[in-house]
């Protein structure tokens, strides 16, 4: 084991150093303003949309983005000691005030703070335990630990959150994690050294304008397509708004990036070509990762999977992470195959993951037919997400590190699954509404499937009592729901082939994409961007 620089008290060992660093670590991973895992318990009890939900949940993303290039500003001026101490207490009020407000509004404000303290201790976390990961340094090794870790920890989150709203209240996990959060506090009073140092904020050297500019921008982009499907897209006059305003924020952010001295931001990570590739490969894998909106609707609606189990299923994502991670570290030490058939082989994993699903799902397939799936969505995830954490930083400036980090987070953690999850919704409703119609059109007692099921059910509704007009409208009632059960697995099956497809020929011209002229890889040392 590596000597660490721990910010420990000298009679701390290094090993209890390090537990409290992922002791610290531990609630960060699962905290958040919105908790997915509880859509349906908090709409039903607070009667809001998921919508909002998970809008507060991307705000967490937006506020983490946008905090990331000010962190070193604030570590400069502030000791460990006080900025863990004062990020987590901010945490806990945070998350206890939003276990009792019921307006969405402000648990969104809530979430978007939240991921902005957030970024402060993950950043500390990395600075710290980096040497106990990689003691060369070396980003492919930092990843292949760091990657899976965090990752799961928000798999593990979704569902904790699960169980704690089906079994008892969706409050309890803001309690949870605040609990977690205090025990973080107390290992930091107890092992942590205290340090004199005159703690200041640095007003003048952070751009205020900047931050507002394009937190607005990235906030209106979620909220215009999370909301679209729901207010009919441009017939709302909010989202008309928002389309007009959000052009104009990006061009201002632009030019005051363009203006000034010490930008709050560099835009040369954009004109870098390893960078683009890999942030648009990045999108990709999110759009690709998103088509899990697409099972759940398959579990909630065809085969009646109650919540808990369906947020249970994305912990079979963490065996695909851990193999992915120990693929990515041996293929990148060793250096002896082309790098582009390490996206080849990433990309495959989607492929094969949706020719499953594909192929598998129907009105009698099992929860449990889903498991291998889901592993190799992990799998896939994960060698690709390293993979490219190490690509677009080859060449590029160690004074660009903090900016590329921004872009990276909001292309991939931000923007790409908003738009993914929106054009999915929107396709699978249109393709739903067309499955309707057409199998609507032989939905009559001329046909014989049709009138067994009517008179079925008619006659189970007289034999319990009911009258013959109501028992018709049950009977009618019945036939309506096996059509837009029906037509769900229809649209299902139409929008995972168009998938498949699409991810099969990018699969393919993946592996022939010179990204290197040559086998070896440059070994990249880390930096303070691997948030």
């Known amino acids: 084991m590596v000597k660490l620089n721990l910010p420990t008290r000298p009679w701390v060992p290094q090993w209890l150093g390090i537990v409290t660093m992922f002791v610290i670590m531990l ?19 607070l009667g809001v949309l998921s919508e909002d939900i998970t809008m507060g949940y991307y705000a967490a993303s937006v506020g983490m983005a946008v905090a990331y290039p000010i962190v070193p500003k604030i570590r400069a001026v502030a000791t460990p000691k006080t900025l863990l101490l004062t990020d987590l207490s901010l945490q806990i009020l945070i998350s206890l005030y939003c276990a009792h407000v019921s307006n969405m509004d402000i648990i969104i404000v809530c979430s978007f703070f939240i991921g ?49 709203a089906y079994y008892y209240q969706w409050q309890h996990m803001y309690y949870f994690v605040s609990m977690l959060m205090m025990v973080a506090i107390i290992f930091i009073l107890l092992f942590f050294r205290y340090a004199r140092r005159p703690t200041y904020i640095p007003y003048k050297d952070i751009d205020g304008k900047s931050i507002l500019i394009i937190s607005a921008a990235l906030l209106m982009s979620i909220y215009m397509f999370t909301y679209g499907k729901t207010l009919d897209w441009f017939d709302s006059p909010r989202i008309r708004t928002y389309a007009l305003i ?53 579990m909630n609606s065809i085969i009646r999977i109650d919540s808990v189990h369906a947020n249970a299923l994305n912990l079979w994502l963490l065996p695909g992470f ?59 995830m994960m060698t690709l997400f ?17 900016s590329n980090a921004f872009f990276l987070i909001t292309f991939r953690s931000v923007l790409a699954p908003v738009l993914s999850a929106s054009f999915f919704s929107n396709v699978l409703y249109h393709l739903q509404i067309q499955g309707m119609n057409k199998l609507a059109e032989n939905m009559t007692l001329t046909n014989p499937v049709a009138s067994s099921r009517y008179t079925q059910a008619l006659n189970n509704a007289l034999t319990q009592g009911h009258g013959f007009n109501e028992s018709s409208q049950i009977a009618t009632n019945n036939l309506y729901t096996i059509l837009q059960q029906q037509s769900l697995l229809l649209g299902l099956k139409t929008l995972f082939g168009y998938i498949l497809i699409s991810a099969l020929v990018i699969a393919v011209i993946s592996c022939f994409i010179p990204f290197h002229k040559t086998i070896k890889v440059a070994i990249v040392k880390t930096g303070d961007d691997m948030i």
């Open 27 to 45: 609630p960060i991973m699962m905290l958040n303003g919105a908790y997915t895992g509880s859509i349906v318990e908090v709409s039903n009890t």
């Open 116 to 164: 902005f303290l957030k970024a402060f201790v993950m950043l500390e976390f990395i600075i710290q335990i980096r040497p106990f990961f990689s003691p060369k340094n070396v980003r492919s090794e930092f990843y292949a630990y760091f990657y899976p870790i965090v990752f799961a920890g928000g798999q593990i989150s979704i569902a904790i959150t699960a169980q704690l």
């Open 246 to 298: 959000i052009p104009i924020l990006i061009i201002l952010f632009i030019y005051r990036q363009r203006t000034q001295d010490k930008p709050y931001i560099s835009l040369k990570p954009l004109s870098k070509h390893k960078s683009v590739i890999g942030y648009f490969f990045m999108i990709l894998v999110m759009f690709f990762s998103a088509t899990s909106s697409l099972v759940t609707n398959y």
């Open 322 to 380: 851990i193999i992915g991670a120990f693929i990515c570290f041996w293929w990148f030490r060793w250096q002896r195959w082309r790098f582009r058939f390490l996206i080849g082989g990433g990309m495959f994993c989607y492929v094969i993951y949706l020719g499953i699903l594909y192929f598998g799902i129907s009105s009698y397939s099992t929860y449990e037919m889903l498991f291998i799936p889901m592993i190799l969505r992990g799998l896939g």
């Open 386 to 402: 390293i993979a490219f954490g190490v690509y677009v930083v080859e060449d590029l400036d160690p004074r660009l590190m903090l």
